[in-house]
């Protein structure tokens, strides 16, 4: 009798190990758990022109330049149930998004509005993860972002001079990646897409660079480096 129950206990192991999940048993005791997440982003706008655009006589183009990056955040992590997580990554991002104008004079060179930010960055996430697998597990990841920028030059002396951004924004975020875990912590990498939810311009009717916009939209593509555990 003894021996049957040995004996069953080993292949009950025997089947939990199949699939080479040695180090995600040990994880999959937490409830939750915390990490830090580095990041490379490439920040653009999306510009839409409007209608006093082809009435101007002073500029050709306003079109959107991407910009680099980088994230510095920390990861909070719930599990609900097997498959679902309920995550807050509370993060610092350093990004570049510029607005290039071409004027219609042909002896003048175009001319770059730079939007250099600090952004304060708030987003919550649900993921949803698929069975492991020989210690590894893939993900989706959808979620919204609240941003805050910290460095926004919408307020200074300058502001009447220049396009100006909002400081705040939200936006809708999709993405996807891979867990590894490792007997003391889980790496992730991750690529993810956000997408701004509301118009980011603070017009300005003196100011023809504001006048040929109608509205612009944020759009980020960040890939993350998550470090769990």
Known sequence: MVL???????????????????????????????????????SR?????????????????AQAVS???????????????????FR???TLSFAERNVQYSATNENRRPYTRKVESVFVEL???????????KDKRVFVVTGVKYS???ASDSRTRQKDELVRIAPTDFAFE???????FFPYFIFSPEFKVS???????????????????EKIISRTFTVSLHFEG
């Open 88 to 90: 807050f990554l509370p």
């Open 45 to 61: 706008f999306r510009v839409f022109h409007s209608d006093d655009f082809i009435l101007n006589d002073s500029i050709s183009t």
């Open 4 to 42: 049957l129950f040995l004996m069953s206990g080993q292949d009950i192991l025997a089947q939990k190990n199949a699939r080479g999940n040695y180090n995600f048993l040990d994880f999959q005791q937490k409830p939750y758990y915390f990490g830090i997440t580095l990041a490379y982003n490439t």
């Open 148 to 150: 805050f920028d910290v």
């Open 195 to 213: 997408q701004g939810l509301g118009n980011v311009l603070i017009f300005n009717e003196n100011l023809d660079q504001s006048n040929v916009i």
């Open 174 to 180: 999709i993405g996807a990646g891979i867990q590894f």
């Open 67 to 85: 910009g680099p990056g980088f994230n510095l955040g920390i990861v909070s992590n719930l599990k609900v149930g097997q498959y679902f997580d």
């Open 123 to 133: 987003p919550f996430h649900v993921r949803y993860k698929s069975a492991p697998f």
